[in-house]
């Protein structure tokens, strides 16, 4: 992680990630079309208030505790969709901090194709050598995960302009 484990930051991820559990928890009868994008804008924000390492910790926690609360009815996929996450805040933060003259749509864009291309190979390839996977979750897992990447990546880039700076851990 490229934080020191301040209180700020313990804080300010545990407030992210409880966004991002409420969002789960108050629209799962909603399905993906909402609550993807919707997770995958509170990830972004995260690396935008506070750093990758609060991203990264936020999306570790969200798959594993929709298990638990019985959103993500499909374990096997769990650890993949946690993979996916870090890829997606790793890969918008390397990109944003590399492209800075084009801007952060391009780093949402790459960060949503690896994430997509991750999460089919994953779903279509991997855990079907271990588990059956139902066909719901195979689409499941497919194209809609690059369309709530992009969606919810736009989302936190137009929210990110009205924001004050002040707002952001590592300004």
Do not use: W
């Not at 801007?103 to 999460?119: E, H, M, N, T, V």
């Amino acid at each position: 992680m490229d934080k020191k484990m301040t209180t700020e930051f313990i804080t300010r991820t545990a407030i992210l990630l409880a966004i991002a559990l409420v969002l789960q928890m108050t629209l799962r009868g909603v399905g993906q079309p909402l609550v993807g994008p919707l997770i995958n804008f509170v990830l972004i924000m995260s690396v935008y208030l506070v750093s990758v390492g609060s991203g990264i910790i936020v999306g570790c926690l969200t798959p594993l505790l929709a298990f638990a609360f019985g959103i993500t009815p499909f374990f096997p996929i769990v650890p993949f969709i946690m993979i996916g996450n870090v890829l997606y805040v790793t890969f918008f933060n390397f990109f944003k901090n590399r492209i800075k003259r084009v801007g952060d749509i391009y780093a949402i864009i790459f960060a949503s194709l690896i994430k997509y291309a991750f999460l089919t190979i994953s779903v279509r390839y991997i855990v079907v050598l271990f588990a059956k996977v139902p066909p719901k979750i195979i689409a499941a897992f497919s194209l809609p995960q690059l369309y709530t990447a992009l969606v919810g990546g736009v989302l936190a880039i137009i929210v990110k302009r009205f924001l004050p700076k002040s707002m952001f851990l590592h300004s």
